[in-house]
């Protein structure tokens, strides 16, 4: 057997298992040695293996070298006599339990072994073999419970001096309560500093959340909840909170009324810090810090419930972007840009109520939600003041840098349902208001989600219209005005929609423009126009050959090889390109980019007409015909129709056919339609006209009868 110091945590016999126990006896008598060791035979459930030596010094050598369950000691040995030597059992082995034998009747002395650790005191003379059994197994088990106690109090102990928890307990009949060194620690107290009185705790409560604790604990207590929870705030000895999360259960007696609780105390300070973060990161934009799209609209939402319950309360949503903000952005830099949403967001917040909303939608689009508003005379207001505080220089990174803002306005009315519905009508307002120039401001009305949704249904049909070919060309011819001869025809596009009818450019070609759809569009038209000017260039050759004038948009030019595409075109359909006459209008011509002035250039060298259309209505500068030959001017048809009516409007066409002369351009009058305007232009020496007075616009296949009846009349 491999010697080791007992421990005296010998394994327990599960019970209908039979259990063999180690005892040493400790004896110098042989004969009461002997009638101890016969009343250990005829247990059933119990064996007992018993070593026995005659000396003290001899047995606490076996006790050193072997593992015994429980020793019987007789108080007088030759080398030990009284207490002394169980006290030396006792202090080396103290978990080994110890039942001394004596031949004497000493009531003071049993009373005294038992209280210096004895497990029992048995006057041999009283013993048989059933009070000593019983008395050992006791006295096994006893010592057996009393170290798994001990090892559990141990364990009990260190958890508590490791755990980072407060552990506390709470014992509500005589209001007596515990917690543990740690929450001296986490509250900054000193060791007695802190009792362990209830009031500790509570006292330290946050105020706004002593009530919710309070009612949770009294919650548990009365048996509402199965158990405590809590989190709030405590003060420490600093001054400062810091957030902790509570935990308890009641223990009930037998009527299920709670006596007492136990918990724990947990601080939860750094994980409520970076829930808020977390919290504010959400809610919040990186860049400027102000409130994001998302607390934007919750915002919204609880002012449009406040004014379904307040029926006098006004509210306003502003919404706004930076005019020419990508110029800054593409010119000074992307930091610059960023720098300068930041300030204009500071500058913002200084001006604006403390109870208004700032938000930061996304790229350089704000919005504000403006409480007790006086209709739209307050919002317009408001709108003015940010304009004027956007007139003021931002200096950012050395570069003083000027913006404005186009400002769309949405007033609350009980028509609306959702928040969403009017930071949409708030943003359509801006783009109304950027449409009439920066630094503009515009009121939602009641029409334009209207008219929005037609524009949205007017884009899809409009897509439908390509696939399925639903766009047609009408042509109108163009006269000359000496002879009456035909020298080519405008291409003017029209829908041919299957409910609707034919509809005009009027009605979808601003969609167009705005989708892009404008681009497939033109490549179509231009096509189509060549196609049929082949066709008629064939049946009615004339010298020089009929022309076909085609509107073409300045979103073409954005492409580098329209030039080399519209070659292509006119070899695919073996033109000549002076056949082809392209109408630019003049804001094509302010945009002239290099891309479009390389564009321009290519299709004049190669023999393609260049037309300026509806000239005189838009800026008319001079100094735009100076940076590049065009071929003609069209003279638009509001001057023409009022003619005979204002003596100004024939002064500038006259003006205008001599521009032209000077220039060496061809002039075109638009909108001939009486005979008086006919002869007013002859006299003039206007060189060509179209109008409904020589032809209305007509399908492609009208054409050639058209042109099979010759001239028209012009004298």
């Not at 060549?530 to 979103?555: H, K, T």
């Amino acid at each position: 057997m491999t010697a080791h110091k007992p421990t005296g945590n010998a394994v327990r016999a599960m019970p209908g298992q039979r259990r063999d126990y180690r005892v040493l006896l400790i004896e110098d008598c042989q004969a009461e040695a002997d009638l101890i060791l016969a009343m250990f035979t005829g247990s059933r459930d119990f064996t007992f293996c018993v070593d026995h030596v005659q000396r003290y010094l001899e047995g606490m050598a076996r006790l050193d070298d072997d593992i015994y369950d429980a020793v019987l000691l007789d108080l007088n040995l030759p080398d030990s006599s009284g207490l002394g030597g169980f006290e030396r059992v006792h202090q080396l082995y103290p978990t080994l339990p110890v039942i001394i034998l004596t031949n004497y009747r000493d009531e003071e002395l049993a009373l005294r072994a038992v209280r210096e650790g004895a497990q029992d005191y048995l006057v041999k003379n009283d013993v048989d073999h059933r009070l000593l059994s019983r008395s050992l197994r006791y006295a096994i088990e006893r010592a057996a419970a009393e170290a798994a106690l001990l090892e559990s109090e141990e364990r009990y102990s260190l958890a508590i001096r490791g755990a980072q928890d407060v552990i506390w307990d709470w014992h509500l009949i005589n209001q007596r309560s515990y917690f543990s060194p740690r929450l001296k620690a986490i509250l900054g107290y000193g060791e007695d500093e802190l009792g362990d009185d209830i009031q500790e705790w509570f006292t330290r409560v946050h105020p706004e959340d002593h009530h919710a604790l309070r009612a949770a604990l009294q919650d548990h207590i009365d048996g509402g909840s199965a158990h405590f929870e809590h989190e709030h705030r405590l003060i420490t000895a600093s001054g400062q909170y810091i957030w902790v999360l509570s935990r308890g259960l009641a223990i009930r007696d037998s009527s299920g009324a709670a006596y007492r609780i136990a918990g724990s105390l947990t601080d939860i300070t750094r994980r409520k810090l970076a829930e808020e973060r977390l919290l504010h990161d959400t809610l919040h934009d990186a860049l400027t810090q102000l409130p994001n799209r998302v607390l934007f609209m919750d915002r919204l939402n609880q002012a449009l419930r406040h004014a379904r319950r307040d029926g006098q309360m006004q509210f306003a949503v502003l919404f706004f972007d930076l005019d020419r903000f990508k110029i800054i952005n593409d010119s000074l830099g992307h930091a610059v840009g960023d720098e300068l949403l930041i300030a204009v967001g500071r500058r913002l917040e200084k001006f604006l109520r403390p109870g208004d909303t700032l938000a930061r939608l996304g790229g350089d689009e704000f919005a504000i939600l403006l409480h007790g508003i006086d209709g739209s005379q307050g919002a317009t207001h408001v709108a003015d003041r940010i304009h004027d505080l956007f007139r003021q220089r931002f200096t950012l990174r050395d570069h003083e840098v000027f913006t404005s803002a186009s400002i769309g306005v949405a007033l609350h009315s009980a028509a609306y349902e959702q928040a969403e519905e009017i930071l949409r009508d708030a943003d359509l307002a801006m783009y109304r208001a950027k449409r009439s120039g920066s630094d503009g401001c515009a009121i939602s009305d009641n029409g334009m989600h209207q008219r929005a949704l037609e524009t949205l249904r007017t884009e899809a049909e409009l897509r439908w219209a390509l696939e399925r070919n639903e766009l047609v060309m009408h042509y109108q011819p163009i006269i000359c005005m000496h002879s009456g001869r035909v020298r080519g025809f405008e291409a003017l596009l029209r829908w041919q929609h299957p409910q609707r009818g034919l509809i005009y450019p009027d009605a979808f070609i601003r969609v167009a423009e705005d989708t892009g759809l404008i681009i497939p569009i033109g490549w179509w038209a231009l096509r189509e126009a060549c196609a049929r000017l082949r066709e008629w260039q064939r049946l009615f050759p004339m010298d020089p050959p009929i022309a076909v004038s085609v509107n073409i948009s300045g979103r073409l030019f954005g492409s580098p090889d329209v030039g080399l595409r519209i070659a292509e075109l006119l070899r695919e359909h073996d033109l000549p390109p002076s056949s082809l006459h392209l109408e630019i209008t003049e804001s094509v011509i302010m945009d002239h980019g290099e891309t479009t002035m390389s564009a321009l250039a290519y299709l004049r060298q190669m023999g393609v007409q260049l037309h300026i259309d509806d000239f005189g209505t838009g800026y008319s500068s001079l100094s735009y015909l100076q940076r590049f030959s065009y071929d003609s001017l069209k003279i638009d048809r509001s001057f023409v129709m009022h003619m005979n009516e204002k003596s100004d409007s024939n002064a500038i066409v006259k003006t205008l056919v001599a521009l032209g002369d000077m220039l060496g351009m061809r002039v075109i009058a638009e909108g001939v339609e009486t005979q008086e305007q006919f002869q007013e232009l002859k006299a003039m020496r206007c060189p060509e006209a179209q109008g409904y007075w020589f032809a209305r616009p007509m399908q492609g296949a009208d054409v050639e009868p058209f042109l099979a009846r010759g001239p028209v009349a012009v004298n």
